[in-house]
């Protein structure tokens, strides 16, 4: 089992940048891929990125590429979602998601309760 809880969320101008933080408990984080999804009001989650255990590789969704970058932190079992040059259209609620490394299932098994980003025009 792992919990998952993002942080770092809140309302920012146009342009403006934020960084979003999801923490594990569990020792085991560095045994999980982690993604990052939004959903905004009246539409589906969608992906927004993924990064490996190890942090070796990492994937963005068009959207958010090249404004975005993914990190993690295994010793502080946290990972990171870094995001500039931030648009309306990227208010949502984000969440973090945890599946385990090597896993031929894309679904990801947990998930955090969310955190949201407003931005302004």
């Known amino acids: 089992q792992v919990q998952l809880v993002e942080s770092g969320g809140g309302l920012v101008q146009a342009g403006g940048s934020l960084r979003l933080s999801c923490a594990a408990s569990s020792r085991t984080f560095s045994l999980y891929d982690m993604g990052w999804f939004r959903q905004a009001p009246g539409k589906e989650r969608e992906f927004v990125g993924a990064i490996t255990w190890s942090g070796t590789n990492t994937r963005y969704a068009d959207s958010v590429k090249g404004r975005s970058t993914i990190s993690r932190d295994n010793a502080k079992m946290t990972t990171y979602l870094q995001m500039n040059s931030l648009k309306p259209e990227d208010t949502a609620v984000y969440y973090c998601?945890?599946?385990?490394?090597?896993?031929?299932?894309?679904?990801?098994?947990?998930w955090g309760q969310g955190t949201q980003v407003t931005v302004s025009s």
């Open positions: 998601a945890a599946r385990p490394r090597f896993s031929t299932d894309p679904k990801y098994d947990y």
